[in-house]
């Protein structure tokens, strides 16, 4: 398998080719006076042609989507053998939904995109995307194989563990996938301000671990860790799958989080 990689996912792409199995691809990253892309595939008659090759795609920071969707393009232009995409973020946030006249599911015209590459079919692992219905924007030869980080908690999971999930959201999304007690917080929006109470479970004397797999502004977050701390919970910690705040250094001091 050869891997090639976006800049930003520099250093993951080499812990992943620590495997014997994974070899590194080459691309040269570069930009036009103008700004457009000037990408260049190193050695595609080896490394691409007849190969099988994935891609680690990072679409955190929107001005790389057009370079690295034009090398997914690419990709089997030149020969692949197969193609394999991974997006471990998927990022239109919770927009993949309409939910009043004139807005607009970004998630469906990302998943456009991706459904134009030209290949017999193409995986795209993605991790904890916000809704699994997503799966259906996507369209051959895309393979959604959506994927979960949440195991990571694992290491942290101790005999007086209980998990806290700060929305019914989070709850209908990992609630089965935990084996340990859990509590489950109901948030409701008065005007501007939110209310948030314990509607299930007891944090008092536990070690509470804060599960949500989306944040922007931290205030889902913010709430229930007051409510475990006001509990006498031992202590806590905070875990989020995918973090979208615009401004993460304002966020960090702001909730201190």
């Known amino acids: 398998m050869i891997l090639f990689y976006c800049t930003a996912m520099k250093d993951l792409a080499k812990k992943i080719a620590e495997d014997e199995k994974i070899c590194l691809g080459e691309i040269d990253w570069k930009i036009f006076p103008d700004k457009m892309p000037n990408i260049f595939i190193k050695n595609v008659e080896f490394d691409v042609d007849g190969e099988d090759v994935a891609f680690l795609a990072s679409l955190s920071d929107k001005k790389d989507l057009l370079a690295q969707l034009s090398v997914i393009y690419a990709l089997p232009r030149y020969g692949a053998k197969s193609l394999k995409?991974?997006?471990?973020?998927?990022?239109?946030?919770?927009?993949?939904?309409?939910e009043r006249e004139g807005e607009i599911a970004t998630a469906m015209t990302l998943a456009r995109m991706?459904?134009?590459?030209?290949?017999?079919?193409?995986?795209?692992?993605?991790?904890?995307?916000?809704?699994?219905?997503?799966?259906?924007?996507?369209?051959h030869?895309?393979?959604?194989?959506?994927?979960?980080?949440?195991?990571?908690i694992n290491d942290f999971i101790k005999e007086n563990t209980v998990i806290c999930f700060p929305d019914e959201g989070a709850w209908k999304r990992f609630g089965g996938r935990v084996l340990v007690d859990q509590i489950l917080c109901h948030k409701e929006r008065l005007g501007k301000k939110r209310e948030v109470k314990i509607i299930e479970g007891n944090p008092r004397g536990k070690d509470v671990i804060i599960v949500d797999d989306?944040?922007?502004?931290?205030?889902?977050?913010?709430?229930?860790?007051?409510?475990v701390y006001r509990s006498f919970a031992w202590w806590?910690?905070?875990?989020?799958?995918?973090?979208?705040?615009?401004?993460?250094?304002?966020?960090?001091?702001?909730?201190?989080l």
């Open 114 to 139: 991706f459904n134009a590459v030209e290949c017999e079919k193409a995986p795209l692992y993605i991790f904890d995307i916000h809704d699994n219905h997503e799966r259906f924007y996507f369209q």
């Open 141 to 152: 030869p895309i393979i959604p194989k959506f994927r979960s980080a949440l195991f990571l």
């Open 85 to 98: 995409i991974i997006l471990p973020y998927f990022p239109v946030g919770t927009m993949e939904r309409v």
């Open 236 to 256: 806590w910690v905070t875990t989020v799958t995918r973090a979208t705040s615009p401004r993460p250094d304002r966020f960090r001091k702001k909730r201190g």
């Open 214 to 227: 989306l944040v922007m502004t931290g205030g889902t977050l913010h709430s229930p860790r007051r409510l």
